[in-house]
């Protein structure tokens, strides 16, 4: 079955479009990745998300934004199909995260979540069964309704008895999460994921307040490379409530505000800090909170450590989590780009939109697409609406005739 995942994250960026081929062959699913591209916002577009982000909007641009951001994704869809040489007809079903506005954590329980980007217009635009939505079926039930990307890893991604013991899964968007998952041959023990807290969502905001809004990001490190890492404050920040909390555990834009990046960088500035060495001491602060997270909660000591997202096109980054991660566990474990793995699906760039392409692949096979292991959820769930496309009767055998 061809299927696409779109995927538009808590950075904003830009929409990643992924379609993939999805098979289940002697009881073992299997994923491989036939094409691939973004479609970044255009500026306008991107700042009435960060509106909406920070409740500068109503109910009107709320509305129209949802049906905006569904043509954006059918557009990215139809790239998608076009960068493989194929046609609409040849795509079976679309996966679509959407745009995450909010998600609503009281206590550590996750009470409302929401993601815009109207399936609707995505299956009418493209004519492809769209599967969206895929996050409240899981709150429903009690959970945090994410990490979603832990049911990708531990149907595809878990390591041999070679490895020589767990392997962590890093994604590092504009927040992080990881899956932590034991050897295959160990049958008994579950996942855990959970997210570690800001990503590249800090980092970013520091390159904007530092170039004037000239960068969104921190392109090759060169930024922070500028300046010096303050210690004491990593580890102030460390004592954020949030990373002493209990997994399961989801975080976002909700708390890692601009709100709270402007607090940091005044207490930074009042401490005799460069506008280059704030954006250095994020960038420390982003790898020793996620070193930290491995060290308070991993289930078992991690044998590998394999990142993807955006965070690990950011060289000081990968090297402070190196570094961090050594300080912290007491030795150094090996730390990779999903790339690095030959058996691994797709990049590290497509993973977060392969994994929607496989919860809309699960969702019409009628199985689970959460871990309560993961998110805290009472049970399995099904996750995802389905919104029929024109293909909707061939896709499930209903045609008659036609």
């Not at 079976?92 to 993601?115: A, F, K, R």
């Not at 004491?232 to 002493?244: A, G, K, T």
């Not at 096109?313 to 474990?333: C, D, F, I, T």
């Amino acid at each position: 079955m061809r299927v696409i995942g779109l995927m538009s994250g808590t950075s904003a960026d830009g929409i990643d479009a992924v379609l993939a081929e999805i098979a289940e062959i002697d009881g073992r699913l299997q994923m491989r990745q036939l094409a691939a591209t973004a479609l970044p916002w255009p500026s306008d577009e991107r700042a009435e998300i960060f509106c909406l982000f920070a409740n500068q909007a109503d109910s009107r641009a709320l509305c129209r934004v949802n049906f905006q951001i569904g043509r954006r994704f059918a557009q990215a869809a139809l790239a998608v199909i076009d960068a493989a040489g194929l046609s609409p007809a040849d795509i079976d079903l679309i996966g679509s995260h959407g745009q995450t506005l909010w998600h609503e954590v009281v206590d550590g329980q996750v009470h409302s979540t929401l993601q815009i980007g109207e399936a609707a217009v995505i299956a009418e635009e493209t004519g492809i069964t769209t599967v969206a939505d895929f996050r409240v079926a899981d709150v429903a039930a009690g959970g945090q309704g994410a990490p979603l990307v832990s049911i990708f890893d531990w149907l595809l991604m878990r390591p041999d008895s070679g490895l020589g013991g767990w392997r962590a899964l890093q994604n590092i968007g504009g927040i992080g999460n990881v899956t932590f998952l034991p050897p295959l041959e160990d049958s008994s023990a579950p996942p855990l994921a959970f997210d570690t807290g800001p990503g590249n969502a800090l980092i970013d905001w520091a390159a904007v307040q530092m170039t004037g809004g000239a960068q969104t990001f921190d392109a090759d490190s060169r930024l922070a490379r500028q300046g010096t890492s303050s210690a004491e404050l990593v580890q102030r920040w460390l004592q954020h409530p949030y990373f002493l909390r209990q997994p399961p555990k989801t975080t976002g834009r909700e708390l890692f505000s601009a709100g709270l990046a402007g607090g940091w960088q005044a207490e930074a500035t009042a401490a005799g800090l460069s506008p280059a060495d704030f954006i250095a001491t994020l960038t420390d602060f982003t790898a020793a909170s996620i070193a930290d997270a491995y060290a308070r909660f991993a289930p078992a000591p991690i044998a590998q450590v394999v990142v993807a997202g955006g965070g690990a096109r950011n060289p000081l980054l990968m090297e402070r989590l190196a570094h961090q991660l050594n300080a912290r566990l007491g030795q150094p474990v090996p730390v990779l780009a999903h790339a690095d793995l030959p058996d691994a699906p797709g990049d590290g760039d497509s993973k977060e939109a392969l994994t929607f392409a496989l919860l809309a692949w699960l969702a019409i096979h009628g199985r689970p697409g959460n871990l309560p292991a993961c998110t805290g959820a009472a049970g399995e769930r099904v996750l995802g609406k389905i919104t029929p496309g024109r293909n909707f009767g061939r896709l499930f055998g209903t045609d008659r005739g036609r």
